[in-house]
């Protein structure tokens, strides 16, 4: 088990829902991530977040929206998705940016 | 752009046996290249993280190598076991970018 925990692991929603994935990480570090991992494609870095500072926002649609209110929580708020929107989302946490990435188990998100 | 590849997509190999995953990168100014292993449907776990200024790192059977300026790194397994079997992923951090860049990974099944 790791030190990254990821609430929903699983979560079903229409296009006109809104709903929210929450992450926390108990090491004790500065950084956090967001990715997209598609079926057959790299995973994808969303959003990053140092010392609860945005710095990272790799052209992600709107419809994805980031907080991070502290250093050990982060989330992502979802409303009116897309059917391609179907994927793993996962967390991260490091150090700071450029260590060692330790990641959550994910939530699998299924759009219908 | 950074790009990250990794051949074969997958491999199957007899329990017992050594291999070698293989992981290549266009731009050779990186930070620091980290190995993860996924299981289905889960989080990635870090295996290795080699900086730039390393050749290579080393936890129990794994030993991971890098060749910055020809823009390869490789992953040895020594004495494969079942329990071995995962999707193996590996990813870059280029200098003053500090974005994880992942190839599509390879899916590796140890046959008992």
């Known amino acids: 088990e790791t030190g990254v925990t990821q609430t929903p692991r699983h979560l079903v929603m229409g296009m006109t829902n809104k709903k929210s994935l929450k992450c926390e990480q108990h090491?004790?570090?500065?950084?956090m991530y967001w990715y997209k991992q598609s079926a057959k494609k790299p995973l994808e870095l969303m959003f990053v977040y140092s010392l609860e500072e945005r710095v990272e926002n790799n052209s992600v649609p709107s419809r994805f929206s980031p907080e991070c209110p502290n250093s050990s929580h982060l989330f992502l708020h979802l409303h009116t998705l897309q059917p391609e929107d179907s994927a793993l989302y996962l967390c991260?946490?490091?150090?700071?940016?450029?260590?060692?990435?330790?990641f959550g188990p994910g939530t699998r998100l299924t759009v219908t | 752009k950074q790009e990250v590849t990794q051949i074969p997509a997958a491999l199957s190999v007899p329990e017992g046996e050594n291999l070698v995953l293989n992981c290549s990168f266009t731009d050779s100014a990186i930070y620091n290249l980290q190995w993860f292993r996924q299981d289905p449907g889960k989080g990635l776990t870090s295996l290795l993280l080699?900086?730039?200024?390393?050749r290579e790192q080393t936890s129990g059977r794994l030993n991971a190598s890098l060749d910055k300026s020809s823009g390869r790194s490789t992953l040895y397994i020594a004495a494969s076991q079942p329990g071995d079997s995962a999707t193996y992923l590996c990813?870059?951090?280029?200098?003053?970018?500090?974005?994880?860049?992942f190839g599509t990974g390879t899916r590796l099944t140890i046959i008992p």
């Open positions: 990813a870059v951090n280029k200098v003053r970018d500090e974005k994880l860049t």
């Open positions: 090491l004790g570090h500065n950084a």
């Open positions: 080699i900086q730039s200024s390393q």
């Open positions: 991260a946490s490091s150090r700071t940016r450029n260590y060692e990435q330790y």
